[in-house]
């Protein structure tokens, strides 16, 4: 059975949310698919520790202030959960769960939405997907020998799956720190690795002066002034509290990349080795974006070609929250809110 509607938003996270909030504002036609059973995006599969780098006021989507987690400054990423939960409830979002989108296609002047329950026709898509389903792990000379365990950020959820073992953390970015951390303060044997020396942010700086930073960047940008760099001009790791802990401790040194990994551990350019049980690997991820293969629209690094949200080889389909390359800091519960505006007025331009 095929059913039809003026919008196909692609993903029901946070991106997808703050997509439907601003649709309903402007009395669009749509429907949310997501691939999950239940509500909250990614934050549903991060690790337990995990915490927001702002207080809730400057964590939240548009419309709809996050409530203070009681007890914390920065809430844990069950409170996210909950705040999503509750914003889509809020305003009534037609969310349908438990459906995989397998492809978009163009159908003349509609596109296509092929899922896992059937097809939908649109005349525009919104793809907002996120990049969770897709973590990076680098090939690394010896990969497969390993003899322990191997995952990625999306595995890991607490220190005590780690009694006893030596642990490996590989990565420079916020997850690689916190996770290290997390580890550490845990007593648990923790290596760190980056490929290059950690960049750590100044301690009063949260995610209220990184949204600060971000907006500032593309003031300049739209205004044809120098690229201020941003957020990465100041630093790759967040000092949040935990961090901070470990750190001041000394349990947060890291080391230069290794080069192998044996049957038993990691050796070093210089010849040096030592030993690991578990390898995790906080290196990143992708855009998540199989589902819009048929289009054929990927150029380098993966990515689509864009003007602001707005696909440039089909103009009909717009990608939201992948960072800042669909708009700066749109990968974040603040930041996303004014790019899923954008998006929503050009559509419904497109409708008219």
């Known amino acids: 059975m095929t059913q039809q509607a003026d919008v196909v938003v692609v993903g029901g996270g946070q991106a997808g949310l703050a997509a439907g909030y601003h ?8 429907v949310i698919l997501d691939g999950q059973s239940t509500p909250g995006g990614a934050w549903q599969h991060t690790w337990d520790s995990l915490r927001l780098f702002s207080p809730a006021a400057y964590s939240s989507l ?23 939960a509750d914003y889509e409830k809020r305003y009534a979002l037609p969310i349908q769960r438990g459906v995989r989108v397998d492809g978009v296609h163009r ?10 329950a059937g097809s939908w026709r649109a005349r525009s898509v919104i793809s907002a997907t996120g990049t969770w389903a897709r973590p990076f792990v680098p090939a690394v000379v010896g990969q497969e020998l390993f003899a322990g365990r191997q995952l990625h950020t999306t595995g890991y959820r607490r220190p005590a799956d780690f009694t006893g073992q030596r ?60 690229d ?19 750190r001041n401790a000394g349990l947060l040194s890291a080391r230069e990349m290794f080069t192998e990994l ?12 030592a030993a690991a049980d578990a390898v995790i690997w906080c290196t990143g991820f992708r855009p998540a974006l199989a589902h819009l293969t048929p289009l054929q629209l990927r150029g380098g690094r993966g990515h689509i070609a864009t003007d602001g949200t707005r696909a440039i080889g089909e103009p009909r389909l717009h990608l939201l929250g992948y960072g800042d390359w669909t708009g700066p800091a749109s990968a974040t519960l603040i930041g996303v809110g004014r790019t899923a505006r954008d998006a929503a007025q050009q559509i419904r331009i497109l409708l008219r």
């Open 228 to 246: 201020t760099g941003g957020v990465a001009s100041l630093g790759d790791i967040v000092a949040v509290p935990p961090v901070r802990a470990a």
């Open 262 to 273: 044996t049957a038993t551990g990691m050796r070093w350019p210089d010849g040096t080795w």
């Open 62 to 84: 548009p419309g709809r202030l996050m409530p203070p987690q009681p007890g914390e400054v920065y809430p844990d990423a069950g409170h996210v959960v909950e705040y999503l």
């Open 107 to 116: 159908d003349g002047t509609f596109l296509r939405v092929e899922t896992d």
């Open 167 to 226: 642990a490996a953390v590989v990565g420079g970015g916020n997850s690689g720190a916190q996770i290290a951390a997390d580890l550490a303060l845990a007593g648990i044997d923790t290596a760190w690795m980056t490929q290059r020396p950690p960049r750590f942010l100044g301690d009063d700086i949260d995610g209220r002066a990184l949204f600060d930073v971000a907006t500032a960047r593309r003031h300049a940008l739209e205004a044809g002034r120098t």
């Open 23 to 30: 649709l309903r504002r402007l009395g669009v036609d749509f």
